[in-house]
């Protein structure tokens, strides 16, 4: 997120009456704002809050080039409300940039500021915004985050048009699993808005502020479920008919006209997918009802999550082709070639007209001759070399001890080449991570640069760990489903017990080992290199190479492993 479009940058609060069953207050940290009011269900403020005056008296006093831990250089503030602040900052540790939540260690969020970062980054699930430290240090609490260089924020999407029925049903699929999986470890959100879901390049969605976004605003709720799986709805209406489902404007969409109430995405917009209508209505609280349907009303994420599933799977718009040029005729077919035209000039007779003079001269017989006898030697020396073959090919058919190599002849199939890997991740089955930020040396291309597990103690499958229980290893995006014929891995040391595993063809974001239900190799001890080419290329997205041993290292009574370069072939 280098560009302050994908940053978490305020915006002002326009979103009118009762859009999210919340109550919020001016401003966000994570690119939006919503001033909502509380519906009994959904989030409310915590009572004896400080006023926004009040709060705002103890912001820390901090400046562009400050340093956290020794690590973190705050280069810019993109948010200042209510003690708490919002950076972009680098990790000058591991060079890259991060953002940051900044309070006072006494702000009366901070405990909770605290125990809502520790328990999102616990969390671990690649779909989120991931929570990379939350320290209070120097009468200070700070939450440190990834910052994505190439995400989009769904608010600028929406600005340019409503979405097409495959791209809205991908972002509901997604968010509505990721919350559906976050809900079922405790987590909710309470404050998903277009500004806290962005798009990679990769087309992957992805949910920040987890759990951080409510905490530094003081938002709770009596039913969190509902509440988000109200605000999903609301982004998938969004994104169907370019309008918030509310009266307000809100998020730069214009709201609902005023006084209609709440009707479906296609009674709003002409062309709109009849069932994608129908689930973003369930989401919102509208008591299920739509138009031509009575259906229950989706009430968790998870109920969200399997009514989209139930639906016919919605494939992309096919390609359009532009049509080419009509051929333009040139000056020489026109008969017009080296003759210039102007006033006075006679017309010019086509050249097509005048067919060039034949080869009547002395010279151009003789030329002729050489040519005939040319292409007759030519005829003569290739009907020879036909004849000699077919000879041989009966001789070698009629000799028991000979065999022919290539009976149909049957054209070899194109060597395998390197696909393209758009993005790569640790899999972290127990919900937390290795060596996340090395997981980029794995697809860089120099087989020098590795991701490196620390030393595991006394056993060799990561220490006997229970959080370590389904090993670790790398998950490699390949952008689209693509049929992978092979893979090429360079281990990091020899002797680790490791297997390749493919997800379904139609899996998104898998995290668990059950997604991945298509095995490319056997699990087996590897050397120094990892190398299998299928018989069958497998339709897969998603490619997982999986580590559940380690070898020892030099110490004796350590074990460490990794890996150095992934190469997946098609």
Known sequence: MAERSTAAVDVADNSGDEPLSAKADEATTDGTAEAQDSTGAGPREVVDEPTGSEVNASTPDLHSGHKLAGRYRLEECVTRLDGFSSWRAVDEKLRRAVGVHLLPADHPRARSVLAAARSSALLGDPRFVQVLDAVEENDLVYVVHEWLPDATELTALLGTGPMDAHDAYQLVSQISQAMAAAHREGLAHLRLTPGAVLRSSSGQYRIRGLAVNAALRGITS??????????????????????????????????????????????????????????????????????????????????????????????????????????????????????????????????????????????????????????????????????????????????????????????????????????????????????????????????????ITPRYQGYANFGNLPSRKDGSGIVVDLGSVKDVSGIDITMYRSGQKAEVLAADKSASAPSSLADFPQRLTQLKTAGSSLKETLSKPVRTRYVLIHITELPSDDTGSGYRGGISEISVLG
């Not at 479920?225 to 605000?231: K, M, Y």
């Not at 096919?318 to 080419?324: M, S, V």
């Open 222 to 451: 009596e039913g969190p479920q509902r509440a988000d799986t109200e605000a999903i709805g609301a982004l998938l209406y969004a994104a169907l008919t370019q309008r918030w489902p509310y009266e307000s404007d809100a998020y730069g969409l214009s709201g609902l006209p005023k006084g209609v109430g709440l009707i479906a995405p296609d009674q709003v917009r002409a062309g709109v997918h009849r069932g994608l209508s129908e689930i973003a209505m369930r989401a919102l609280a509208n008591d299920g009802a739509t138009a031509s349907r009575q259906e229950q009303p989706c009430t968790t994420p998870d109920e969200l999550a399997k009514a989209v599933a139930a639906m016919p799977r919605i494939r992309p718009p096919e390609p359009t082709f532009t049509a080419p040029p009509e051929y333009q005729r040139t000056t020489y077919q026109q008969g017009t070639y080296g003759r210039p035209t102007g006033p006075g000039t006679p017309p010019t007779q086509s050249v097509h007209a005048i067919p060039p003079a034949p080869l009547q001269s002395r010279t151009g017989k003789t030329l002729k001759w050489a040519v005939s006898a040319l292409l007759i030697a030519a005829l003569g020396l290739g009907s020879w070399q036909l004849a000699e073959t077919l000879l041989d090919r009966d001789n070698s058919s009629g000799d028991p001890g000979t065999t022919q190599t290539n009976p149909k002849n049957e054209v070899a199939p194109p060597p395998a080449v390197p696909l393209r890997i758009t993005d790569a991740a640790e899999f972290m089955p127990s919900g937390s991570g290795i060596k996340q930020e090395a997981v980029p040396n794995t697809i860089d291309g120099k087989p020098g640069t590795a991701w």
